[in-house]
Each structure stands twice: as C-alpha cells, then as structure tokens.
C-alpha cells in the first residue's frame, strides 16, 4: 500500500509540479504538441472535404459527424495552450488526453488507415522527458484503443475484415458493387460479441505487442532524455560555481598584488608602474614592489609553473614567503636559497616558480638581484635605448632543496630605467603560430624610450595586441618598469 501511495504521489509530482529544471523543457513541449495537435485538425479537415467528393469508401455523412467533434476536441485544447503559452504544468495531460481521445475515434471511423496513429500521443510524450508521462500516454491509449474499438464494432462503425469473421468453411461473398464486408453479407452472420472477439485475438493482440515494445523503448528514450538533462544542469551549476569561485580568486588575486598607482608618491628618487594580465581568470604570475627599509626597495618579478588556481595558490605562498624573507635582510641569493627550502617543504603538486628579484639602494642607484631561471631583465641608460642584459640563470625556486642562487650587481643612473617582465611577453603567439619574440619587445620598447613607466608598459602591450591580432593567449602577461631619477634632494 504504502508503495502505491508513492507511486501515485510520484506520479501527481510529475504531472502537476514540474521541478524547475525541466520547466523551460516542459514549456516547450507543451507548445510543440499544441501545434502537432492544430496540424491534426487541419489534416482531420481535409479529411472531410475528400469526403464529400466521396475519395473515401465510407460514407461522408459518417466522416462528417466523427471528424467535425475531432477537429473541435483538437482545436481547444491547443488553443488553450498557445493562449497560456505553454505555462501551466497540467496542460501536457490536457493535451495527451484530447489527442488520444481523438486518434481513438478517427480509428472507430478509419480503421486500419488510422491504427498507426496511435503511436504518436507516446512519441511525442517522450518531449517532455517523463517516463510517468510516456506511461500514462501508453495506458491511456490501450484503453481508449479497445473502447473505440468495442464502441465501433457493436455500433457497425469499424470496418470489419474477413479476419474479424468466423464464416462457414466453403463460404463464397460476392461484390457486385464496391460497398464494405459488412454491407455484403448477411447480418444473421454478425455476431457482434464474438466479432470483438475476434478482432482481439486477430488484430488487437499483433498490434498490442508492437505497441507496448515501442511503448517501452519511448519510456527508456524519455528517462534517458530527463537524466541528461538533470546532468547538463548539473554541470552547468558546476561550471557556475566554478567560475564563481575563480571570479572570486581572480578579486583575492587583484587585492593581493600591488596594484594602486603612483605607488610611493612622496618618493622621488623613482617612478614605477606594474601589470599583470592573467591568461585565464587566475594566473600564476606576480609581481611585487616594497621597501626594505627607508633606502632599499626590492622589486619581484616572478611566473608559477602551471596555470588556474593552483599556480595562483601556490603563486600566493611564494610571494608571502618572498616578502616576509626579504624584510629580514640579505642579498637577494640569501632570501631564494630561504625561499626555496620552504617551497620544497610539501610540494606534492611539483610546482615551481622562476624569479627575478632585485634589491635598489633607491640614495645611490645600487642594486643586486638574483635571476632564478627567469627572463633576461632590460636595462636603459639615460638618452640610450632598451637593452636585454644577458647572463647566465640560477635554478629555478622549488625544484630541490639546498639550491644556491647567485647575485648579479648593477647600477642606475638618473635618467636609466629598468623594465622586468614574463615569459608571457616574449611568447605571446600570432594566428600563424609566431612568438613576439624580444625584439619586437624590445622595437616596443625604443618606440618611446623616454616614457614613463606607465606609458612605457602601454607601449609593450600594444605592440603585442598588434602582432597577435586577436589570437587567444595561453600565458599571463606580467610586466614592470622602474625609472630612476637620481637620489632625492
């Protein structure tokens, strides 16, 4: 009992309160089978005006008045539907009803020209993804198959074939005009019971067993249908949330990096400006700028192996580690050597990070940085241009514990800048598949050597919107430039 008691309540569920997840799918449905059923009547229409010109062998005052309340019973309830736009969950059993009482009496009328039919109520019920749905459409049919079926032959409707009669052995039916079986035998032969019979046994039951094969595969089309739907949703509230979550990483990621300029406005030793312009909604490049102490500024320029939101975490603890060891002092090989022991410390993930990190004495102009596998910084000499400074890499920070990283010294001038970037820069790639490469970077960069920063990163990145032309990049872009301006008065 209980059992049948969620069934049905299974069943009321599906029929009146569609979940919100196939609602826009139901809406659809429902103004597709209002339209299907508008066809039928036109079709049934048709019907009766061949009639009239006697195409047909039955007689047309027959059509008339069984065709005229079909067409009716059609047109109402699809124009029911179209006037509440598909937007009520009990129209789909409104409509499965009206077709199926309609089919059923176009059989009673048409017979065997009809019987195929019958299917349609089931095929179109699997649009809306219901297996109750496609059942109570097969159920619905059966009955009403068998009572049009009944109602037609007791009533001298159906048409009768010789495999619904139980004639003499040796029986002859003569035609002498074109008129149906049963206007050419004797009604004495005419049992209407037994003819139900045996329509049942020879007609019934061969089309029953059809029916209900197409019947079950209609109901595991429609289940399948509603599975992948509700896993399309599915996926979809995960790619939502996904992106979410990134939309908020991506924010955390922005708050995190410096990102307010003019940076230091009440120093006037330098000007200074940075970005980053991450490949996905998170990156795995940083960069960072902070005082030491009151005369030595460390700059960081660094790209996180991998991309998305390991990178960008891993990226985060990197740049913690590197600031909070830099504040204690040391040239910039000290503060990697540190770095990198920590990093190593549970990097299950395998990740590394290449860095350049230098440390200006911002009252003489000298520096030392450190290059651990990255990208060749650029220097500029005052009324000079833009030039790569060459030498040999350290090891990249994370690969192995106990690596040593060593310290290269230079010198700015009032008047030179110094430009540090990514790799993302020199590969950004074109349609053809060509890297940017660093000369371009570097044509880019002499386009305005006497720039300010700000202007002197505008220029870079034009340069490389130029060359890609639209072509999607698979790189942050993360670049800063320093220009010194000489020891404050």
Known sequence: MSKARTFIGELKEEFFNSTETLWE???????????????????????VLLSVFHVFSISSAVLIRYLSVAIVELVIPAALCLYLKGEKPWLKVILMLA????????HMVLGHNIVLCLVFPVALSVRY???????????????????ASYYGITHGITRVDLNMLDMPAGAVLEFPIAEPLRDAIDPSLIDNNQLFFHFLQHSFLPKFILFTMIAIICSMIAERGRQAIFAQKAETEKTERLATELGLASAIQTNVIPNIFPVFPERKEFDLYASMTP???????????FFVDEDHIALV??????????????MMVARTLIKNRAMLGGKPSEILYDVNNQLCEGNVAGLFVTVWLGIIEVSTGKGISANAGHEHPVLRSAGDEYRLVVYKHSPVVAAMEDMTFKDHEFELKPGDSLFVYTDGVAEATNSSDELFGTDRMLDALNKDPDAKPERVLENVMDGIEEFVQGAEQFDDITMLALSYNGPAA
């Open 25 to 47: 799918n139901e809406v659809r449905a429902n103004l597709f089978v209002a339209r299907i059923l508008l066809y039928t009547a036109v079709i049934a229409a048709i019907i």
């Open 129 to 147: 993804y219901s297996r109750p749905l496609t059942s109570f459409a097969s159920g619905l049919t059966i009955v009403t198959y068998l009572l």
């Open 301 to 314: 320029m660094a790209d996180v192996s991998g991309k998305g939101i390991p990178a960008a975490l891993f």
């Open 99 to 106: 077709y199926v009482i309609v089919l059923a009496r176009l």
């Open 279 to 289: 490949a996905k909604e998170v990156g795995g490049d940083f960069y960072d700028f």
